[in-house]
């Protein structure tokens, strides 16, 4: 509704990652240095200092919810019968069902990542500080090589193919870790750096891909449902996010992580124990995300049909017909 271009949705999409990442960093990087505190020689979290954290970054986001509803302005008006739900039409569409996977599994790998992140430094690598910069480069990768190429790429090639080969290419970055194993925390950053660049280019596009479907929708049903789409996925979206949260507690206990037995480690059999965790905790940060990532590639090539050339002929479509 902010604007009827194509090209300025991809814009709009790509900005929008921009300051996503822009925020992330200042979360990322700026608050393990604040909520680690040492503790008998043992890097631990505060719980107290990532509470007034937690508070802080809620009323940011809170007024930043204000200002956005103040400050943005709809400029294509959607007549009143064309905001007629149909659930039942759009739950039967192939691509806003393939979108819908495909962000779910993505942000599975992505938060994923990022949650059990917070034990690979501190526990793995005893560096907990190495946790921000982490968080600095990835996002850096984001804004350096994702958000200046995103648009060009995906004119050039297509949305869903750029999506599903950068999203591939993460998937095998994040194996080979695993395989390597690198003892320096460092090396572990520049993999994973990599990975992020893969995942980057689609989280970067999938706000413009939701157009795509929402266009496909339209030739289908002849009838615009932009608010109805958008509500879905968004809530599909949030449900991405909860099951990532509870994905890394899974994770943690599968593995047979207890805080206890990795910060004081009593007697030699413990001691054998902690380091069987580790590297299970390691093999899982590298093995969740890929294979979210490959999952998702998967389902952009199989399942998502919104490809380069039906996204161009589904504009021409839409175009002959407001121009009849």
């Known amino acids: ?56 970054f809620s009323v940011l986001s809170f007024l930043c919810y204000l200002l956005c509803v103040r400050l943005t302005a709809e400029r294509v008006e959607v007549p009143a019968s064309e905001g007629k739900i149909q659930f039942t039409n759009l739950m039967k569409n192939p691509a806003l069902l393939g979108i819908i996977a495909a962000a779910m599994f993505l942000l599975l790998a992505l938060l994923g990542m990022q949650g059990i992140s917070a034990y690979v430094f501190p526990e793995v690598y005893n560096n907990a500080k190495a946790q921000s910069m982490f968080s600095l480069l990835t996002s850096l990768a984001v804004l350096g090589v994702c958000a200046p190429l995103a648009t060009r790429l995906s004119v050039r090639y297509g949305k869903r193919e750029l999506s599903a080969f950068s999203c591939l290419f993460g998937a095998v970055i994040l194996f080979l870790c695993m395989v390597i194993y690198p003892k320096n925390e460092w090396v572990y950053v520049g993999f994973f750096v990599l990975a992020y660049i893969g995942i980057g280019f689609f989280n970067t596009v999938i706000w413009a891909m939701i157009t795509d479907v929402i266009d496909d929708a339209e030739v289908k049903n002849k009838v615009r449902e932009d608010g109805t789409v958008y509500s879905l996925y968004s809530f599909a979206r949030k449900l991405g996010q909860a099951l990532s949260s509870g994905l890394v507690g899974t994770i943690l206990a599968a593995v047979g992580y207890q805080a206890q037995l990795m910060h004081n480690p009593q007697g030699a059999e413990q001691i054998a124990r902690r380091a069987v965790i580790l590297d299970r905790i390691f093999q899982m940060s590298c093995l969740i995300p890929a294979i979210g990532l490959f999952i998702v590639a998967m389902i952009l090539f199989f399942i998502y049909p919104l490809s380069k050339k039906k996204v161009n002929e589904n504009i021409a479509e839409l175009e002959k017909r407001r121009n009849s």
């Open 1 to 56: 509704a902010i604007s009827a271009e194509a090209k300025d949705r991809a814009q709009l999409s790509t900005w929008r990652t921009v300051g996503a990442t822009l925020a992330g960093l200042v979360i990322g990087a700026g608050t393990p240095m604040l909520a680690y505190v040492t503790v008998e020689g043992q890097t631990v979290l505060s719980g107290f200092r990532m509470t007034v954290i937690a508070g802080v």
